[in-house]
């Protein structure tokens, strides 16, 4: 199913009763996190939640609900992509990326619709007047602090708009980019603009400061179509668009148009969005702290500031946002779905890997399990050295690396095979790199160690010359007996 925008996503959700609406006052400030942060631990991510009468700040009544946790289940995050199952858009990835050369005219042919779904989905401007501009409040007419943002931790240095498209340009090739970075709301026309250094939107502004100084144009873009909004947190290579992107997962176009005030494209169907720039000539502002998906609270430091010149938005705007703290929250469905998704990537240039796997408990940069097809001695250090070349995945703390056939999306196996098959001194290797901004274990800020633990079997090429056991494992005609007659045992799980 294809949705248009936010209100459309969320009306699905409640005639699938998956959504529980809020109708008593509910205040932005602490206490909305408390109640969200419970939702989400519930057994499979609990409900998405829509707070109709959001109470600000300063004890006044907001007119714009907020929705939140709407990616916060399996079956969500799902639906919001347009497929059943998130291996889906893996496969559909997979043909895309590397198709088989098929033979005669016959097979050629058949690739064509493969081929030509890209060609229908690149974005394409809005017919008409775009619903995210019914509304234009110029200087003077808006004030930021009277949107119902959230305050979701009692040490957090303001309320934080949490699931912001931001948009930047490049100086030079004009080429956008879209990232999903925190925004610290400091007053009636400014926020924060916590783009990491690895990130699209820091890479623009090192690069604008570079080649021009002075004011750089930003536009953030607030709600729209679910896979839309999903698509600022997928690693893309440098320079694909996150509208065709977007496009490709929804099987129809992002509908978009240009901002009042600047040349950016936009999502159309976005509720709120806020123009203006971040003067590269400016002095850093202190932002944070914030209570961060690490579980723990990321300190003040120095960002720049956005300063908003406009604002616009429908005349009946939802606000969306997501609570990060503790693991399990919203973020372990959005980078369930990259990790699922994007695994045909690694795959390219690591065709061995069979499956990786980020668990909630490592905040995805913490902890990487990988299996492998072990093909040569020391196999498992040229993946895990692969993996730390690779984009984003370059900021992994710590990887594992084990045999296919074991689950490592099952972590208590992972670590039962990999603790099983190492000798520490042999088997673990310590070097340094780039690490997470949010690391707050690092010595340097962004700069530390890691680490690789090879799990896997190893071989008498790879100095080991005990014999080497074989796993307990039933045999095949036992368990297929006992299967047959399970369901008349009686057998059944007590409290």
Known sequence: MIYQNLRDFLRFLDRSGQLVRITRPVSVDLEMAEITDRTMKLPGGGPALLFERPVLMDGTESPIPVAINIFGSWRRMSAALGVDDLEVHARRIAELVKPEIPKGLWGKMAMLPKLAELTKVPPRPYKGAPPCQQVILREGEFDLTRFPVLKTWPHDGGP??????????DPETGIQNIGMYRMQVFGPTSTGMHWQQHKGGAGHYRAWKKKRGGRMPVVVAIGGDPATMYTPTAPLPPGIDEYLFGGFLRRDPVRVCKAITADLTIPAEAEIVLEGYVDTD??????????????FY????????????TVTLREDP???ATLVGRPPVEDVYLGGATERIFLPLARLTMPE????????????HNLVFVSIRKEFPGHAYKVMNGLWGMGLMSLAKVIVVVDEGIDVRNTQEAWWYALGNIDPERDVRITKGPVDDLDHASQIPSFGSKMGIDGTRKWKEEGFVRPWPEMIEMDA???????????????????
């Open 477 to 495: 005609d036992v368990k297929t007996h006992v299967d047959g007659l399970w369901a008349r045992l009686g057998i059944e799980p007590i409290d």
């Open 298 to 309: 990321t300190l003040e430091e120095l960002y720049p500031t956005f300063h908003v010149t």
């Open 160 to 169: 934080f708009i949490t699931l912001p498209m931001v948009i930047t340009a």
């Open 282 to 295: 400016e002095e850093l502002r202190i932002e944070g702290p914030f209570g961060d998906h690490t579980g």
């Open 353 to 364: 890997i069979v499956d990786y796997h980020m668990p909630p408990e490592g905040v995805f």
């Open 318 to 320: 939802i606000y969306p």
